[in-house]
DNA sequence: CCCGGAACCTGAAGGC
DNA sequence: TGCCTTCAGGTTCCGG
């Protein structure tokens, strides 16, 4: 599923191949994933401008473009940006073609998100911390943890928090900080909390220098399979043993979501 | 404030 | 083999 290192990965794979390229037609097959403006207007609007720039913020891409608007797409759960496709590619939600390659969105389950929008504030403006920014301090972790009881791993995954964490990372970044998944949030203490703020960096930079995790359907541009997941010492390891204890891999339901941890190196 | 559940979707996996 | 159910999890929303 793609969390931050994923888009991070996507993004960087993107960038030297299509800024600078203009859009010579876009056709949209899901329509649904247009959150807004109209499909026409959509299309209107896209066509003939120039990929200025990609940035990410949390989980979303945010494409510069040369009017004064910005596109902006999210991958959700089976999202993925293809160069050209493998001819049988199926469940493409949109074809961006520009001036040298064609951009391929394609999504198995349809809920990735498309916004084509002024002020880029209006879908990303509520996002907590990025965190692999300067800003992102112990200082600050704090902070947003002592606002919540909530389980710290229900809080890492909440975008309003710390931005661009998924299920995946959290539970790696839980193992890391040697941390109960369910321990509530404010019950963290200060050197639970520098630990997971350095777990938090590690874990997702590691993501990024492994191409991101290639669990279900996440591929590079290229079509190619990212390596994150076999640096995983918790995640998606259902049934196996902790690489540092010896310890089956436990999973629990923590807000729905499957919670995978290590009861012996991460004790309540 | 916190939680659970539903909704959006499809395909894989497991049970019988 | 094949039908049926469950599960997967990013995000938002709704009700208790």
Redesign the pocket.
């Known amino acids: ?3 931050l290192p994923e888009v991070e990965t996507i993004k960087n794979a993107l960038v030297p191949v299509v800024v600078g390229q203009s859009i010579v037609d876009v056709e949209l097959f899901w329509q ?1 994933a247009l959150s807004k403006p109209s499909p026409d207007e959509f299309r209107r609007e896209l066509i003939g401008q120039t990929l200025e720039g990609i940035r990410r913020r ?3 891409f945010l494409f510069d473009l040369s009017g004064d608007k910005t596109m902006i797409l ?1 991958l ?2 089976t999202g993925a940006l293809l160069f050209e496709t493998n001819s049988d590619q ?2 493409i939600t949109a074809i961006f073609r520009l001036n040298g390659t064609d951009l391929y969105f394609i999504d ?4 990735g998100s498309l916004w084509l929008v002024k002020d880029e504030q209006e879908v990303i403006g ?1 996002l907590g911390p990025e965190p692999l920014d300067n800003n992102f301090t112990p200082g600050l972790l704090s902070q947003v943890v002592n ?5 710290i791993k ?1 809080l890492l ?1 909440d ?2 928090a710390v931005a661009g964490i ?3 990372y959290a539970d790696e970044a839980l193992f890391a900080a040697r941390i109960h998944p369910l321990k ?3 019950d963290l203490n200060i050197s639970e909390i520098n630990g997971l703020h350095d777990s938090i960096i590690e874990v997702l930079e590691r993501g990024i220098r492994h191409n991101g995790a290639s669990i ?1 359907t996440y591929r590079l541009p290229d079509g190619a399979e990212g390596m994150a997941h076999t640096q995983f010492q918790v995640a ?1 390891r259902r049934g196996e043993v902790c690489l540092t204890c010896g310890s089956p891999i436990t ?1 629990i ?6 919670t995978y941890f290590c009861p012996h190196c991460q004790p309540e």
């Open positions: 599923m793609p969390e649904k949390g989980k979303y999210h959700k759960m199926k469940h198995q389950r349809k809920f509520k606002r919540h009881s909530i389980p229900a995954c975008q309003h998924g299920n995946m509530r949030a404010k279900s998606h999973r339901s923590i807000r729905g979501r499957g």
